[in-house]
């Protein structure tokens, strides 16, 4: 392995032994990461003594990722590369650790692993040790934008990060494992919608190891022409790489490397100087290795090298086998670390300055650290859409078409930078956001006919059928620091539940290294919600993410319920401003009836909550709480009835914009302190709180509050199907009748109501469901129902 005879190829003789010389470098310290606490260049035998006592790590896929890691430094010195390198198989950080330690970059990074014996004993000690770094690439881990714990969305990230940057180049490694799983199996057709003129190129590597944890991939085991025939079919043009000898491989890739680079040069030359606009074949390579290349080759008469067996730690119990110690010091000397580090454990000038200089290194590229590329959104004055409050409730407006028109402005306002976008599952123009694609286009590479409209090459919105690449762009997108938005059907966000976990915990690491610079917030506008699925049923009804985001930390999260269109502008104002959260924004697209004039909206979403006073009176004996459009209606509703039929009782209503503000200030940022909580909500004081989602949401929310106990709360409770708007509120008792009667149950003085207010409450429903049942829509008296006019 370390003789590297002369092959044939682009790379001189000592340019080949260099490079392999490098590789044994970034593997001897892969491999010394997971093993080694001490003696890290071998100066003596390894004891026990130096071994760490708990053997965590993946070295299976490492060895390919630092092949890949010492070819781009080639290519980017010599073509001047920005290049990005995303790992799909994160568990491979050891060797991205050790690459950008090679390269300087950690230790400009992390000053304390120092270019010597004892910044490389801390390299090794630190990797999986408590409180050190983590085995995945990482937040901590220099160059990356992406975690790869979670396997599935490397190329999607890849893609994200190469929209718009005309100049970036993104290699991608996708696990053959990796490549299994729907989000990655999806995300090749990214490549009809990335634009050779105005966007970078995406470089797939599919790294056919051949193995996963415990079995062989997929595409390992299919004939290579059908792998190659899967690639062609997907738009790609395959390019293969195969074997195991390292000096034939360096040339190889070398070539083959040589070969893809041209042809992007070649199809962004078409694009750029020639006029293309044709949607063309991007170069991927194939790369068939053998996992843990170069590791042992047997371990206790077990093949392991090119096998499943070195997904993790080859050599494992050496405390209890002095065999696999003896084995672990052959291999690691096998790299022959007295050649690439000196006496004092500094890497080979030589070898070291073949990686390349300043921004140009792969851990120092600046996209992998987007804050420091963000330029502030320009959001145009939102006032400017407001609308008109003439009598409040009066009008029925779309809220989301408002913030269309305001999305549309943000477009046009940020074109010449262009760092926004909007991402949605097939659902833009149904949300009622139509205006944003106006003018815009949707970004389109693949054939077009005369019937399709608002197609375009160089469109913004992005539109395809998996919530799973338009959260893995847009991640992509705002981790190299740009601008976005996700609109999406309320019930089916939850497909992409386990990447907004990933997401927020990326972001909830990135607080806490300095320098990781702050990013765009992702912001997500569900519409389509819960509670207007009048034709689509059971199967489009779940309010559901808001508990799921709720989990998240709250630093972090942040979510929001505008009754109406101008709190809407207003709260996407501020999300679209904001930095480092997951802003959750419910809205419906549905006429509904408007609340709060523009100034009112805004001082209300200043505080998260507050009285509406002109549905309130003094000195209240119940508060009627509501969060969400359809639920404040129900709850304004109610307050309606209640004044009909008992005119003297006191009711204060407290509408909540910001959910997050009903915790105290303990748990979260936004939250009321308590003082001004029990203001709200006096002690004692029934309330009776209709929600847009899970009742429980605002138990768990409120449950330290000193009302708690008076809390009473209607939300969905997975009642549903295909009808009328208002009988999805009777089934789920959040009806004005209903919370009505609530109100007459708990306000003790009311007690001698309750009988004939269930009679009128039964009569109510009854008649109610008859009219349903009969015409197919809810009764005049409800449709047309309006606050009064004062
Ligand atoms: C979505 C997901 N499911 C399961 C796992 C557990 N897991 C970690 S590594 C791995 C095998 C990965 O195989 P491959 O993508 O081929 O990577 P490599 O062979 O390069 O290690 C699995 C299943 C995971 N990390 N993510
Ligand atoms: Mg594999």
Redesign the pocket.
């Given at each position: 392995m370390n003789k590297v005879t002369a092959v044939q190829g682009p790379l001189s003789a000592e340019q080949l032994a260099k490079m392999n010389a490098y590789w044994r470098a970034a593997n001897y310290l892969s491999v010394g990461q997971i093993y080694l606490k001490d003696n890290p260049l071998l100066e003596r035998p390894l004891t026990l003594d130096d071994v760490k006592p708990r053997l965590l790590g993946?070295w299976?896929?490492t060895p390919?990722l630092n092949f890949l890691y010492v070819h781009w430094n080639r290519l980017i010195r010599e073509r001047e590369l920005n290049m990005l390198y995303v790992i799909?198989?994160g568990?491979?950080g050891p060797g991205l650790v050790a690459n950008t330690y090679l390269e300087g970059s950690y230790t400009e990074i992390y000053p304390h692993i120092e270019q010597n014996r004892d910044g490389i004993k801390r390299l090794f000690r630190q990797f999986s040790w408590p409180y050190g770094i983590p085995s995945h690439v990482a937040p901590e881990t220099p160059g990356s934008i992406h975690e790869g714990?979670?396997?599935?969305y490397s190329l999607v990230h890849a893609y994200g990060a190469a929209f718009d940057n005309p100049d970036l180049i993104v290699a991608c490694v996708?696990?053959?494992?990796?490549?299994e799983?729907g989000p990655l199996a999806t995300s090749w057709h990214s490549n009809k919608f990335l634009n050779p003129l105005t966007d970078g190129a995406v470089l797939p590597i599919l790294?056919l190891?051949?193995?996963?944890?415990a079995n062989p991939?997929i595409l390992a085991r299919i004939p290579h022409a059908e792998l190659e025939n899967l690639m062609r079919g997907y738009g790609y043009e395959p390019f293969t790489l195969e074997g195991d000898d390292p000096a034939v491989m360096h040339q190889q890739a070398a070539a083959v490397f040589d070969a893809m680079l041209d042809r992007i040069a070649a199809i962004q030359k078409a694009a750029r100087e020639e006029g293309s606009t044709a949607r063309p074949a991007w170069p991927m390579l194939i790369m068939r290795t053998p996992?843990g290349w170069t590791g042992p080759k047997f371990v206790d008469g077990k093949p392991v090298e090119g096998t499943w067996r070195a997904?993790q730690v080859p050599l494992d119990g050496i405390f209890q086998n002095p065999e696999h110690l003896a084995q672990l010091d052959e291999w690691m000397r096998s790299y022959k670390p007295e050649e690439l580090f000196d006496a004092k454990g500094r890497f080979r000038p030589d070898l070291a300055e073949m990686a390349p200089k300043g921004r140009l290194r792969m851990g120092m590229n600046a996209h992998s650290n987007g804050g420091l590329l963000l330029k502030p959104l320009n959001v145009p004055n939102f006032r400017e859409f407001a609308v008109k409050i003439e009598g409040r409730g009066q009008a029925d407006v779309e809220s989301t078409r408002i913030l269309g028109q305001l999305l549309h402005a943000v477009m046009q306002a940020n074109r010449e930078q262009k760092n926004f976008r909007v991402f949605g599952p097939d659902e833009t123009a149904s949300n009622r956001l139509a205006d944003v694609i106006t003018g815009t286009g949707k970004a389109w590479m693949a054939e077009t006919l005369p019937v399709d409209e608002n197609l375009s090459e160089t469109g913004r919105v992005m539109e395809v059928l998996s919530e799973h690449m338009c959260q893995g762009w847009l991640e992509g997108y705002l981790l190299t620091g740009r601008h976005g938005l996700f609109n999406c059907y309320e019930a089916f966000i939850h497909i992409i539940d386990?990447m907004a976990n990933q997401h927020a915990k990326w972001l909830k690491v990135t607080r806490e290294i300095p320098w990781r610079k702050p990013i765009a917030s992702l912001n997500y506008l569900l519409s389509s919600l819960v509670w207007r699925q009048d034709h689509n049923g059971f199967s489009h009804q779940d309010p559901g993410f808001i508990d799921h985001l709720m989990n998240k930390k709250a630093d972090v999260v942040r979510i929001y319920l505008p009754p109406d269109a101008n709190t809407l502008l207003s709260v996407a104002d501020h999300c679209l401003r904001s930095r480092n959260y997951i802003n959750l924004i419910v809205a419906g697209k549905q006429p509904a009836p408007q609340w709060l004039t523009i100034d009112e909206a805004v001082a209300h979403c200043t505080l998260g909550l507050g009285v509406w006073p002109w549905a309130s009176d003094d000195d209240p004996e119940v508060v009627m709480a509501c969060s969400g459009d359809v639920p404040t209606l129900e709850a304004l509703a109610a307050v309606c009835l209640l004044r009909e039929r008992v005119p003297d009782l006191r009711i204060r209503v407290v509408n909540v914009v910001d959910l997050m503000a009903l915790q105290p200030q303990s748990e979260h940022p936004h939250g009321l302190p308590d003082e001004e909580f029990d203001q709200l909500f006096p002690v004692g004081i029934p309330v009776v709180f209709a929600f847009h989602g899970y009742p429980w949401v605002i138990h768990r929310l409120t449950y330290r509050r000193h009302n708690h106990n008076n809390i009473h709360v209607r939300g969905y409770k997975e009642e549903g199907t295909t009808t009328t708007p208002f009988d999805m509120c009777v089934l789920n008792n959040i009806d004005r009748f209903q919370l009505a009667l609530d109100v007459i149950r708990r306000v003790p003085r009311l007690a001698p109501k309750i009988d004939a207010a269930e009679q009128w409450y039964s009569e109510a429903i009854q008649r109610h469901k008859l009219y349903v049942a009969e015409n197919g829509d809810d009764l005049p008296e409800i449709k047309e129902w309006r606050w009064p006019k004062s």
């Open positions: 993946h299976g896929t390919g799909g198989p568990h491979g714990g979670e396997l599935g996708v696990g053959d494992g990796e490549a799983t790294h190891n051949g193995y996963k944890i991939t996992k997904h386990s």
